[in-house]
Structure formats: C-alpha cells, structure tokens
C-alpha cells in the first residue's frame, strides 16, 4: 500500500537534503576555483559529485539502495530550484499529483525507476560527496602543468 501523506513529507526532508547539497557545493566549488586561479597550484582541474542513497528499516542487504550518483562540476541543475518537478500530463495518480516535488523526488520516481512503494519503505540517506583534485605533472621538464601547459 502507497502512503502518500509519507511521500508528501518525503518529498519535504529531500528538500532540506537538496539545500544541504547546495550549501556542500557552494563552499567546495568557491574553494576550489581559487585554487585554480591560484599560479601556485598545481591543481588544474577538480570535479564535485555526490552519490544518494536510500536507507531502509530491513535488517538484511537490501537496506541500502543506491538511488542517484550525480556530477555537479557545472553547476547544480535542478537541485534546489523550487521548480515543480511532477509529471505536467497529471499521469499517475492525483495523490502524487497534489503537491510540488523537488527535483531529488522527482529524480527518484522518473529517472531511476524508483517504485513508490520503495520510496515509502526509506527512512534515512546517506549521501557521499566526492571531489577529485585533478593535476598533471611533467616528467620531461619536471613541473607540474597548469591547464595543460
């Protein structure tokens, strides 16, 4: 059975989970551009990605579910845009249709193929921000390479 009341504040906490990313994303991001800018850094390129994953109440393998791994380099998309995010036809049922989803909801349930009665079955995500540092290094003149040069 699909509780939408759950799904409504589930939809909610994910957008307090969105605002988290952002606020995640902002403070690397500024971070590390001036790092590139920086002619004493080596680092010439960085990427910014974060992996979401479901957390459920079963007490076996199946408890975490991978949901989503998304780059965020060039910005954050849809994250956090307070856009509506539902199906505009109205195809599924008027209960999900109801209320604004944010992107992360809608991500689950049109993207990655999420039921709802999974998205039901969650009760904590665990979200693994990664950032890879990227530089290149010159054996033949020993230095390191600014943007490749």
């Known amino acids: 059975m699909i509780d939408y009341n759950y799904l409504k504040t589930l939809n909610e906490r994910l957008k307090t989970i969105e605002q988290y990313i952002q606020n995640v994303y902002t403070f690397y991001d500024d971070l590390l551009i001036k790092q590139l800018d920086d002619i004493d850094n080596p680092m010439d390129d960085f990427e910014l990605s974060f992996k979401l994953y479901g ?3 079963k007490k076996d393998e199946n408890a975490l579910v991978f949901i989503a791994d998304h780059y965020i380099s060039n910005g954050l998309g849809y994250i956090g845009d307070e856009c509506i995010h539902h199906n505009e036809l109205g195809i599924g049922p008027k209960e999900l249709n109801a209320f604004k989803h944010c992107w992360l ?6 993207h990655h193929n999420l039921s709802l009665e999974q998205c039901c079955q969650f009760k904590d ?8 540092h990227q530089a290149t290094f010159n054996v033949e003149y020993n230095k390191w390479l600014k943007n490749g040069i």
């Open 55 to 57: 957390i459920t109440n």
């Open 105 to 110: 909801f809608h991500d689950m349930i049109d």
């Open 125 to 132: 995500f665990w979200i693994d921000f990664n950032i890879q």
